[in-house]
């Protein structure tokens, strides 16, 4: 499973943007995606991940803000990041398993695209 992340890049407080990660693999449809992020200093965490049926999770800092959706037939999964913060600043990255449900740990992930830098001005 090859994955490629597009659409970070510089915008001020209260923005938004939409990150977009297309997957290969022909049973993309049965995939947990997730999008996770890394600030300088800090671990990889999860912000938001959905499952091949549909369920989706959204860590406590984004929900209300962010919302993760996928389209199958473009094999493709979005973030949409609303009201963007400061502190969202981060390198974003998309991550899948090819099975079973999500996880908050970065290791349980057996693809992973290229990272997108989001950054984020007050």
């Known amino acids: 499973v090859q994955l490629q992340a597009s659409g970070g890049g510089l915008v001020q407080a209260e923005d938004s943007l939409r990150l977009s990660c297309a997957a290969s693999g022909r049973t993309f449809s049965s995939y947990v995606m997730a999008w996770f992020r890394q600030a300088p200093g800090n671990q990889r965490e999860l912000v938001a991940a959905?499952?091949?049926?549909?369920?989706?999770h959204l860590s406590s800092s984004v929900k209300g803000r962010f919302i993760i959706s996928k389209d199958n037939a473009k094999s493709t999964v979005y973030l949409q990041m609303n009201s963007l913060k400061p502190e969202d600043t981060a390198v974003y990255y998309c991550?899948?398993?090819?099975?079973?449900?999500?996880?908050?740990?970065?290791?349980?992930?057996?693809?992973w695209g290229q990272g997108t830098l989001v950054t984020v001005s007050s």
């Open positions: 959905i499952s091949g049926g549909g369920s989706f």
């Open positions: 991550a899948a398993r090819t099975s079973g449900t999500w996880y908050y740990s970065a290791s349980m992930y057996s693809f």
